[in-house]
Protein backbone atom coordinates (compact mmCIF):
# COMPACT_ATOMS: atom_id res chain seq x y z
CA UNK A 1 0.00 0.00 0.00
CA UNK A 2 1.34 3.45 -1.36
CA UNK A 3 0.23 6.64 -1.60
CA UNK A 4 -3.24 5.25 -0.29
CA UNK A 5 -3.67 3.00 -2.81
CA UNK A 6 -5.01 -0.18 -1.85
CA UNK A 7 -4.04 -3.74 -3.50
CA UNK A 8 -6.39 -5.32 -5.90
CA UNK A 9 -8.63 -7.91 -3.64
CA UNK A 10 -7.34 -10.74 -5.58
CA UNK A 11 -3.16 -10.31 -5.32
CA UNK A 12 -2.89 -11.58 -1.93
CA UNK A 13 -4.26 -14.54 -2.79
CA UNK A 14 -2.31 -14.97 -5.64
CA UNK A 15 0.90 -14.58 -3.71
CA UNK A 16 0.50 -16.68 -1.52
CA UNK A 17 -0.57 -19.56 -4.33
CA UNK A 18 2.31 -18.59 -6.30
CA UNK A 19 4.97 -19.28 -2.93
CA UNK A 20 3.07 -22.19 -2.04
CA UNK A 21 3.88 -23.26 -5.75
CA UNK A 22 7.45 -22.71 -5.58
CA UNK A 23 8.58 -23.68 -1.74
CA UNK A 24 6.14 -27.19 -1.71
CA UNK A 25 8.04 -29.93 0.28
CA UNK A 26 10.49 -31.77 -2.71
CA UNK A 27 9.97 -35.56 -2.31
CA UNK A 28 13.19 -36.63 -1.21
CA UNK A 29 13.68 -40.57 -2.84
CA UNK A 30 14.26 -42.70 0.33
CA UNK A 31 17.56 -44.40 -0.95
CA UNK A 32 18.80 -41.00 -0.50
CA UNK A 33 18.07 -39.96 2.86
CA UNK A 34 19.67 -42.94 4.29
CA UNK A 35 23.10 -42.98 2.11
CA UNK A 36 25.15 -40.91 3.89
CA UNK A 37 24.31 -42.81 7.02
CA UNK A 38 25.06 -45.92 4.95
CA UNK A 39 28.34 -44.74 3.49
CA UNK A 40 29.08 -43.64 7.46
CA UNK A 41 28.34 -47.33 8.22
CA UNK A 42 30.23 -49.49 5.84
CA UNK A 43 33.28 -47.14 6.29
CA UNK A 44 33.04 -47.74 9.99
CA UNK A 45 33.59 -51.64 9.49
CA UNK A 46 35.67 -51.58 6.59
CA UNK A 47 38.64 -48.84 7.41
CA UNK A 48 39.50 -50.92 10.09
CA UNK A 49 39.22 -53.80 8.65
CA UNK A 50 41.89 -52.48 5.71
CA UNK A 51 44.54 -51.30 8.48
CA UNK A 52 44.36 -54.21 10.72
CA UNK A 53 44.41 -56.73 7.04
CA UNK A 54 47.73 -58.22 5.74
CA UNK A 55 47.99 -55.21 2.70
CA UNK A 56 47.28 -52.51 5.88
CA UNK A 57 49.26 -51.56 8.96
CA UNK A 58 51.74 -55.04 8.86
CA UNK A 59 52.53 -54.38 5.16
CA UNK A 60 53.18 -50.59 6.34
CA UNK A 61 55.09 -51.81 8.88
CA UNK A 62 57.36 -54.06 6.87
CA UNK A 63 58.06 -51.50 4.25
CA UNK A 64 59.29 -49.12 7.09
CA UNK A 65 61.79 -51.88 7.84
CA UNK A 66 62.51 -52.98 4.68
CA UNK A 67 63.52 -48.92 3.84
CA UNK A 68 65.48 -48.85 6.98
CA UNK A 69 67.25 -51.38 5.43
CA UNK A 70 68.14 -50.25 2.52
CA UNK A 71 68.78 -46.90 4.00
CA UNK A 72 71.36 -48.78 6.22
CA UNK A 73 72.70 -50.38 3.00
CA UNK A 74 73.51 -47.14 0.87
CA UNK A 75 75.21 -45.76 3.91
CA UNK A 76 77.63 -48.69 3.62
CA UNK A 77 77.87 -48.92 0.02
CA UNK A 78 78.66 -44.99 -0.10
CA UNK A 79 81.44 -45.79 2.09
CA UNK A 80 82.66 -48.40 0.06
CA UNK A 81 82.70 -46.68 -2.88
CA UNK A 82 84.63 -43.34 -1.08
CA UNK A 83 87.11 -46.24 -0.05
CA UNK A 84 87.52 -47.24 -3.58
CA UNK A 85 88.03 -44.28 -4.93
CA UNK A 86 90.84 -42.87 -2.32
CA UNK A 87 92.12 -46.00 -3.74
CA UNK A 88 92.02 -45.25 -7.10
CA UNK A 89 93.19 -42.25 -6.86
CA UNK A 90 96.51 -43.75 -4.86
CA UNK A 91 97.24 -46.63 -7.07
CA UNK A 92 97.04 -43.49 -9.95
CA UNK A 93 99.29 -40.87 -8.00
CA UNK A 94 101.68 -43.16 -5.77
CA UNK A 95 104.71 -45.26 -7.28
CA UNK A 96 104.56 -47.65 -4.11
CA UNK A 97 100.85 -48.55 -5.29
CA UNK A 98 101.73 -48.56 -9.00
CA UNK A 99 104.55 -50.66 -8.07
CA UNK A 100 102.37 -52.95 -5.80
CA UNK A 101 99.98 -53.29 -8.06
CA UNK A 102 102.43 -54.63 -11.27
CA UNK A 103 103.68 -57.07 -9.09
CA UNK A 104 100.85 -58.15 -7.51
CA UNK A 105 98.11 -58.33 -10.81
CA UNK A 106 100.62 -58.16 -12.96
CA UNK A 107 103.38 -60.26 -12.06
CA UNK A 108 106.10 -58.22 -12.89
CA UNK A 109 109.60 -57.58 -11.36
CA UNK A 110 112.30 -55.19 -11.20
CA UNK A 111 115.64 -56.52 -13.65
CA UNK A 112 117.56 -56.69 -10.68
CA UNK A 113 115.57 -59.66 -9.08
CA UNK A 114 115.76 -63.01 -9.51
CA UNK A 115 111.86 -65.25 -9.48
CA UNK A 116 112.48 -68.21 -8.30
CA UNK A 117 109.75 -71.16 -9.14
CA UNK A 118 108.74 -74.07 -7.25
CA UNK A 119 107.09 -77.07 -8.62
CA UNK A 120 104.28 -78.06 -6.45
CA UNK A 121 103.23 -81.75 -5.71
Do not use: Y
Amino acid sequence: MMGGQRDPPGDAADFWAVAAALLHPVQVNPFLRFLPAGLLLVSTGSVPLLVWSPTGLPRLEALEQQRQGLEVEVQHLEREIERLRIQAESIKTSPTSIERVARDELGLVRQTELVMQFKSE
